[in-house]
């Protein structure tokens, strides 16, 4: 079992910046990648969260392409942490922000509680 945290979100102006952070617990050698979803405010009964930037255990990552050049994902192992520095923020970033973990042996995700990022224009 892991166990996701996140934190940092909040309310920011268009061109702002946010950092989220997600502390991870319990069977951290079983990851074999985290990342961060995101879902806009009125579609949390969809099953359907967007991915927004991903870390893999070799240090790889992947981008939306919405994304790119504006928001970097970076992990800490020694702190068992992932963070979401997010730059140039638009209106259209408002979202709750996930954090994942992708199990290495079964492929089981696990999901944190989520946190609210609203970007005012």
């Known amino acids: 079992q892991v166990q996701l945290v996140e934190s940092g979100g909040g309310l920011v102006q268009a061109g702002g910046s946010l950092r989220l952070s997600c502390l991870a617990s319990g069977n951290i050698d079983s990851i074999a990648a985290m990342g961060w979803y995101r879902q806009a405010p009125g579609k949390q009964r969809d099953l359907v969260r967007d991915?927004?930037?991903?870390?893999?255990?070799?240090?790889?990552?992947n981008y939306a392409d919405s994304v790119k050049g504006r928001f970097t994902i970076s992990r800490d192992n020694a702190k068992n942490t992932v963070d979401l520095q997010m730059n140039s923020l638009k209106p259209e970033d408002t979202a709750v922000y996930y954090c994942?973990?992708?199990?290495?042996?079964?492929?089981?995700?696990?999901w944190g509680k989520g946190a609210l990022v609203t970007v005012a224009s």
């Open positions: 991915l927004v930037a991903r870390i893999f255990s070799s240090g790889g990552t």
């Open positions: 994942n973990a992708l199990e290495r042996y079964y492929g089981v995700y696990y």
